[in-house]
């Protein structure tokens, strides 16, 4: 089996999206896609292009990223939740999922996409 390689990011901050961005690339990941919103990430994972995904919990508009991450388990697709705090509450089905906490490092990222097998 392969390691997962195209990484969908959904958060809804342009600059942490970017700095995200960057860090995949740094990891030799490739972003298959970049969503503000559960319907953009949700027609991004229609695409078929996914190999795992950073979900940030709360988007803007008071969105959250549980059906985003329906969807990812739905297909098989491994993802770890980005939180600021404790989201367990707003995890629903997936509180036992990896967490990738905020501020962002390299290294968390790292460990967050080893944990995914990613």
Do not use: C, W, Y
């Given at each position: 089996?392969?390691?997962?390689?195209r990484?969908?990011?959904?958060?809804?901050?342009?600059?942490?999206?970017?700095?995200?961005?960057?860090?995949?690339?740094?990891?030799?990941?490739?972003?298959?896609?970049?969503?503000d919103?559960?319907a953009?990430?949700?027609?991004l994972?229609?695409t078929?292009?996914v190999d795992?995904a950073?979900l940030?919990v709360?988007?803007?508009?008071?969105e959250k990223?549980?059906?985003?991450?329906?969807?990812?388990?739905?297909?098989?697709?491994?993802?770890?939740?980005a939180?600021?705090?404790?989201?367990?509450s707003?995890l629903?089905?997936?509180?036992?999922r990896?967490?990738?906490?905020?501020?962002?490092?390299?290294d968390?990222?790292?460990?967050?996409l080893?944990?995914?097998?990613?």
């Open positions: 089996m392969t390691s997962p390689k990484i969908l990011v959904v958060e809804d901050e342009p600059l942490i999206a970017m700095m995200l961005e960057d860090f995949l690339e740094i990891l030799d990941k490739d972003v298959a896609g970049t969503a919103s559960v953009s990430a949700l027609a994972i229609q078929g292009n795992a950073i940030d709360n988007l803007r508009g008071g990223s549980a059906p985003v991450a329906d969807a990812l388990a739905a297909r098989g697709i491994p993802f770890v939740f939180t600021g705090g404790s989201a367990d707003e629903g089905l997936h509180s036992d990896p967490r990738l906490q905020k501020p962002f490092t390299m968390g990222v790292a460990q967050a080893d944990a995914l097998g990613a």
